[in-house]
């Protein structure tokens, strides 16, 4: 599967006192991208595991305004760890303009314990078939994205 | 002035299926951080300078539930660049414990021109006097934030 | 034009501790709906011109969980009075069942004296233009909606 | 108890593009305010049991604007019915001004038969403790809200 390309519909309730989406709302469109990346991985399996968002990070790189169009969220898994993964998003105007790239840390946890546990293997195998390929898409879309330094 | 403490409401609204406070209400509560941050710098002077957010990473450290007190958030100017400031902030539970540390990349823009614009000499100072102290509590802050190179 | 028929997503943000929409976010739907009405009849026109929301009710039929298929908003105008004017709606859930049904008062107001102002005549045909036809959809649907009584 | 006067937070996101709070955030702040009531009721009882929302309404009197100050909301329980209870609310600006009044239509369900149940005594009690007196207050209140025909 890797890339997820979803159309995703902004509210008048995003604006804010600017006229623009609010820098929040974003959040709420990452979150609701994730969401359905699990959703279409199979929810049964990634979505029953007990996970935590452990860390964020987005650029905002061009202002959104109203519209009717939908956005178009673009979300992979980038990396998958012994207990944690990855994903990245891009989120793109309606007119395909990039207007901010993100990555999100999920943890996933022991509910007896509150400790991380190891992701089996039935959900690692889910996670990385979200993986983006290495190709030439991949590598740009890579360079777009804050480097690995940073995470 | 250094660190702005401030207490902040939760609503039942922040919450999630899970019961705790959504990843998303986090990046509103920055929000209101900066907002009255800005309101305390002296509201003419900060907010009538057109700027955007940039910029926004935030490590969970730990879930909030409900609860009928304030969380607290500390919120402080780490730094000020040429045409950028960035803003850093700890959320607190009302018990004291860290649920939180984010920082927030704001740059000035110049609505004739929308490119990033110089930081004038009195809100350089606004937010100058919004640095936090590099003394003992400074340092310890520091060392629970993310390092200087994920920036 | 009538009736407006409109599929709107459900966001996993809208579900609350119970997993089913929160009662506020249902609100978010009507003005997402009243907005996209409005965009419809010719923003320029209708959305130019100061107003603001002077009375809401709804009726919650039956919940609504979460779900990757959109919901439908049916939006109409009621009726058009001197300043004022009183959009209606049906939620309904993906699956056509009906959720909720609602009302809302818009009133006209003069920016300069901050009292209502008559609805002028290009707004007036405008509004008619989407009020449902007295039919036999039309007399259904006003039995499913609370009567007049209630306004 | 009687009447509950609380002091509730406005956030900057409450505002929407005109620079008002936003209609919907107002239902931000009745949920609140029951949510509040019902915590202050004993939340072990009365929460603990299934109940929704079954209707809403409201009056928009006065815009609210941002502000630092919180906004005070006044919450009572104006009458308990066989399965159904009814929360009253006045929410009034910082400087005590009246911004709006509402209403809102509780109902316990049995979550066996998804049915509407009958209020237990003691729940009963402890909503009855809150409803607002018969005195001159109370009275010039029921004034200010929507008569009883308009339920």
Chains 1, 2, 3, 4 share one sequence.
Request: hydrophobic share 40%; charged share 30%.
């Amino acid at each position: 599967m890797a890339i997820m390309r979803m159309p995703l519909e902004r509210r008048f309730s995003d604006l804010d006192l600017m006229g623009h989406v609010n820098n929040v709302a974003y959040h709420d469109y990452l979150q609701e991208a994730r969401f359905r990346l699990l959703a279409e991985l199979g929810r049964e399996t990634v979505e029953a595991l007990p996970q935590v968002v452990a860390r964020q990070e987005i650029d905002y790189v061009r202002p959104i305004g109203i519209g009717l169009e939908p956005l178009i969220v673009e979300t992979w898994v980038e990396s998958v760890g012994r207990s944690s993964y990855v994903v990245a998003y891009l989120i793109l105007d309606s007119d395909g303009s990039l207007a901010a790239k993100a990555r999100t840390v999920m943890v996933l946890f022991d509910e007896a314990t509150t400790r991380s546990r190891l992701i089996p293997d039935d959900v690692r195998s889910w996670l990385e078939s979200a993986m983006a390929e290495e190709g030439t898409d991949g590598d740009s879309r890579n360079d777009r994205l804050p480097g690995e330094a940073e995470l």
